[in-house]
């Protein structure tokens, strides 16, 4: 494919602006590294050529008048941060692209405030060459044909105006950019009364829908480095992004290192200031009812708060969410791959992670076994024991 896949730099979830505007605001010279990691052992059916050749386009990409403009109507966007972005490159030379044996190696460094948006972009650009090369054995009618009839069942399973509300997620792992604004346009237009809206920005523009999202693992991995001290860098994230958007963007991500650790920094204070907590790893049950437990232990309301479900969803599975948690608390769903990458074959579980800050180490530990992100045991060693970690969900 010699045609660029990323058509713009809206191309890409809300929080990778929301973060980006934090770093150049407080971290503008903080250095980071991020790393690409496929979670399953079959090589991806793209080349290293491919792969370069879709970084030069990225460079090549501006935002234009029209969609600055766009941005800054969001509430939560400062003047400041549209006139840094009126300026604003990726850097080709900042991604180090090798394969061997069809495995790829990827690793992006530079600037942080600069290089974060290579995350959602490569992802994106990854996963779609490789559901191209499933067009390439001539059978391109046949997967979206049976794309088409995946997604049907699907939206025919929810019920309007049911109180089930959910929201895409499915930018970084979609099976392709045209098909990922036919799911989201599926979505608005069958199931108005369900469907809350999309964190890729182009589609919100295009589509005109509610752009969703607030943070990611990067930032509070960040502040292991950028914070006071390891043992506070959790507070110290959730802090500064409370000084930074005052009470707007007010769901925090829970397992970084693991919700049990979280819910030890999380105290009444934060818990009040925030709106609700973001689930993506480990047993969503346990995980919701410690966070209703928490609450009510803290002398709040359960039913005054939101739970974010995002992590591997099917409609059953949010279905019966939902259902468990109704009455309890607020709870709504973002959906990714389930929606915008179920063609009738295996979806790349690909992420690309921040491993290194100012040249020290991050980690993520999560709460699901597999998800543990760095190759540096000492200090994986450290983090567990600085936080007492345990898998929640154990």
Same mark, same amino acid.
């Given at each position: 494919?010699?045609?660029?896949?990323?058509?713009?730099?809206?191309?890409?979830?809300?929080?990778?602006?929301?973060?980006?505007?934090?770093?150049?605001?407080?971290?503008?010279?903080?250095? @980071?590294?991020?790393?690409?990691?496929?979670?399953?052992?079959?090589?991806?059916?793209?080349?290293?050529?491919?792969?370069?050749?879709?970084?030069?386009?990225?460079?090549?990409?501006?935002?234009?008048?029209?969609?600055?403009?766009?941005?800054?109507?969001?509430?939560?966007?400062?003047?400041?941060?549209?006139?840094?972005?009126?300026?604003?490159?990726?850097?080709?030379?900042?991604?180090?692209?090798?394969?061997?044996?069809?495995?790829? /190696?990827?690793?992006?460094?530079?600037?942080?405030?600069?290089?974060?948006?290579?995350? =959602?972009?490569?992802?994106?650009? =990854? /996963?779609?060459?490789?559901?191209?090369?499933?067009? @390439? /054995?001539?059978?391109?009618?046949?997967?979206?044909?049976?794309?088409?009839?995946?997604?049907?069942?699907?939206?025919?399973?929810?019920?309007?105006?049911?109180?089930?509300?959910?929201?895409?997620?499915?930018?970084?792992?979609?099976?392709?950019?045209?098909?990922?604004?036919?799911?989201?346009?599926?979505?608005?237009?069958?199931?108005?009364?369900?469907?809350?809206?999309?964190?890729?920005?182009?589609?919100?523009?295009?589509?005109?829908?509610?752009?969703?999202?607030?943070?990611?693992?990067?930032?509070?991995?960040?502040?292991?480095?950028?914070?006071?001290?390891?043992?506070?860098?959790?507070?110290?994230?959730?802090?500064?992004?409370?000084?930074?958007?005052?009470?707007?963007?007010?769901?925090?991500?829970?397992?970084?290192?693991?919700?049990? @650790?979280?819910?030890?920094?999380?105290?009444?204070?934060?818990?009040?200031?925030?709106?609700?907590?973001?689930?993506?790893?480990?047993?969503?049950?346990?995980?919701?009812?410690?966070?209703?437990?928490?609450?009510?232990?803290?002398?709040?309301?359960?039913?005054?708060?939101?739970?974010?479900?995002?992590?591997?969803?099917?409609?059953?599975?949010?279905?019966?969410?939902?259902?468990?948690?109704?009455?309890?608390?607020?709870?709504?769903?973002? =959906?990714?791959?389930?929606?915008?990458?179920?063609?009738?074959?295996?979806?790349?579980?690909?992420?690309?992670?921040?491993?290194?800050?100012?040249?020290?180490?991050?980690?993520?530990?999560?709460?699901?076994?597999?998800?543990?992100?760095?190759?540096?045991?000492?200090? =994986?060693?450290?983090?567990?024991?600085?936080?007492?970690?345990?898998?929640?969900? @154990?």
């Amino acid at each position: 494919m010699d045609s660029p896949i990323i058509p713009t730099l809206l191309d890409t979830d809300l929080y990778k602006y929301t973060m980006q505007q934090s770093m150049v605001h407080r971290y503008p010279d903080a250095w @980071a590294r991020m790393e690409f990691y496929c979670r399953t052992d079959s090589p991806l059916a793209i080349s290293k050529k491919q792969l370069k050749r879709q970084c030069e386009f990225l460079g090549e990409l501006r935002l234009g008048p029209e969609e600055l403009e766009w941005l800054s109507t969001l509430p939560f966007i400062a003047d400041d941060f549209i006139e840094y972005l009126e300026d604003f490159r990726l850097d080709p030379h900042a991604v180090t692209v090798e394969q061997s044996n069809g495995h790829l /190696s990827l690793v992006v460094e530079g600037l942080w405030s600069e290089i974060t948006h290579f995350e =959602i972009f490569l992802l994106s650009i =990854i /996963s779609e060459l490789h559901g191209h090369s499933f067009y @390439a /054995s001539g059978n391109q009618d046949d997967v979206i044909a049976q794309g088409r009839h995946r997604l049907d069942e699907k939206l025919n399973q929810l019920p309007d105006n049911s109180g089930f509300t959910l929201a895409d997620f499915g930018t970084r792992r979609r099976f392709s950019r045209d098909w990922h604004y036919h799911v989201v346009e599926s979505l608005k237009h069958r199931l108005p009364g369900n469907f809350m809206g999309t964190s890729n920005l182009n589609l919100a523009r295009t589509l005109g829908l509610k752009p969703i999202g607030t943070m990611a693992h990067e930032w509070l991995q960040s502040h292991q480095v950028l914070g006071n001290s390891l043992r506070t860098s959790q507070k110290d994230a959730l802090k500064v992004w409370l000084d930074e958007y005052k009470g707007q963007l007010g769901i925090a991500l829970t397992d970084t290192i693991s919700m049990d @650790a979280f819910l030890k920094d999380f105290d009444v204070g934060l818990a009040r200031a925030y709106q609700g907590m973001r689930h993506d790893s480990g047993d969503p049950f346990v995980w919701g009812e410690l966070a209703i437990d928490h609450y009510r232990r803290l002398g709040i309301d359960p039913r005054t708060k939101s739970l974010v479900f995002s992590d591997k969803l099917n409609f059953d599975k949010a279905l019966a969410i939902h259902q468990w948690f109704a009455g309890k608390i607020n709870v709504s769903f973002g =959906i990714g791959t389930y929606l915008t990458n179920d063609m009738g074959f295996s979806a790349p579980n690909i992420v690309l992670k921040l491993t290194e800050l100012n040249g020290a180490p991050v980690a993520k530990l999560s709460d699901s076994p597999g998800k543990t992100l760095c190759r540096d045991e000492d200090y =994986i060693a450290r983090l567990k024991k600085t936080f007492g970690y345990q898998l929640s969900a @154990a």
